[in-house]
């Protein structure tokens, strides 16, 4: 069955470093996937799309990579700070115009 | 101005009620989506609208019913309230139904009794 995996549930990492959050799936062969932000009691915002024929995607202190061979995107976000705490989503669609699969999230804690 | 807003926040009821959910939004888009999310987080889509289309999640009881009485509105409506019906439930929106990014809602948070 499609699984979809983000590595851990929680993530913490000092102020300043670079957090690296991992989104596995199987079974599956997604057209393109989306990190998205959720912070507690909020719904999820949108950060960053990469599709199936991008290796790379950078937003500001944000990167995203997508490795098709390996099933895997990468969601770095570099020079980390304490206001990037939350719960990051990886979303993935068969094709343009389906729906998204969510991943279970993790949730990362930047430590001052 | 909000852009995807949901009513209400809050939501306590006993088992075996019916009860609705209004989500609303001033984006212009053409679909609009319900999410639940349950206690482990997982959020999973139920139904996805636009004026042409509704496409259903097969796992989703018909006891949910999404009601659109124009293309800026998507209510849920829910019969015979569950205990696990309980959960978080987020309405979208996206450009048109091949729109890559959606837009979420603040969320309404169920608990059934």
């Known amino acids: 069955s499609q699984k979809i995996e983000q590595n851990s549930e929680a993530l913490n990492i000092q102020e300043g470093k670079t957090a690296t959050l991992t989104c596995n799936y199987t079974?599956?062969?997604?057209?393109?996937l989306q990190w998205y932000r959720q912070d507690p009691g909020r719904g999820p915002v949108f950060l960053l799309l990469i599709r199936e024929n991008e290796k790379e995607k950078r937003k500001e202190r944000l990167k995203v990579t997508f490795d098709t061979t390996l099933k895997q995107s990468l969601f770095h976000i570099t020079a980390s700070q304490p206001a990037d705490s939350a719960t990051y989503l990886c979303a993935l669609a068969k094709d343009y115009g389906q729906n998204f699969v969510f991943g279970p999230g993790t949730r990362l804690s930047v430590l001052p | 101005d909000t852009a995807v807003s949901q009513t209400p926040k809050y939501l306590v009821t006993q088992m075996g009620n019916d009860k609705s959910i209004k989500c609303e939004q001033n984006l212009g888009h053409d679909t609009m989506y319900w999410y639940k999310q349950d206690s482990k987080k997982f959020l999973k889509i139920m139904f996805s609208y636009n004026n042409k289309e509704l496409i259903i999640n097969e796992t989703v009881p018909n006891r949910f019913s999404p009601k659109s009485p124009d293309k800026a509105h998507l209510n849920l409506h829910i019969n015979s309230l569950e205990l696990g019906d309980s959960a978080v439930y987020f309405c979208?929106?996206?450009?048109?139904?091949?729109?890559?990014?959606?837009?979420f809602g603040p969320g309404t948070r169920l608990l059934v009794l």
């Open positions: 979208a929106s996206s450009q048109d139904g091949r729109s890559e990014t959606q837009y």
């Open positions: 079974n599956y062969s997604p057209a393109y």
